[in-house]
């Protein structure tokens, strides 16, 4: 876990709050899919305490292909229904996972990762355009007010895209 002085004291929902601001000023305007994950996973990486990953995963039509990401190399090809990223995108449920160790098939990209959330990502038609994921080197990292606000300002990235 992670104590309120690594969010300069703030509550989680105010720090959401402030980084859902701060991607409205980076990503609108610019409808780029590439360019805007590219910025929102380097916004995320540099906010947000306590995390060893954070990257999309982009829906080709038949499996997950990985796209801009901060953290160490990751797997590039992930199956529907393979690991945390593969069942979030194919019950387009949020996945959030307190201890790794504890999930059949999770798939061991970086063996430092304990916790993980993935936020499946839909279009306005609701087909599948990929999963947003973030890992924690520690159990227990993230809560359902940390589901929320990556929630949230996911909302702003997918926002960036319509035109
Ligand atoms: N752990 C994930 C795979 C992706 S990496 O963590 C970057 C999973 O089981 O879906």
Known sequence: ????????????????AMLVQEAEALLTGEHDRVANAANFAALVWQ??????WCGFYFF???????GPFQGRPACVRIALRQG??????????????VDVHAVPGH???DATSRSELVVPLRYDDGCLLG?????APVP???????RQG???LLGVFLASLRY
């Open 60 to 66: 080709d039509g038949q499996e997950l292909v990985v």
């Open 1 to 16: 876990m992670y104590s309120s002085s690594e969010l300069d004291g703030q509550s989680k929902p105010s720090f959401y």
């Open 107 to 109: 798939i061991v990209c």
């Open 84 to 97: 945390v990223c593969g069942i979030a995108a194919a019950t387009l449920e949020t996945q959030l996972v």
């Open 47 to 52: 906010h947000v305490p306590s995390i060893n």
């Open 140 to 146: 227990g990292r993230f809560d359902a007010e940390d």
């Open 150 to 152: 990556m929630e949230k």
């Open 131 to 135: 999963v947003w994921d973030v890992d």
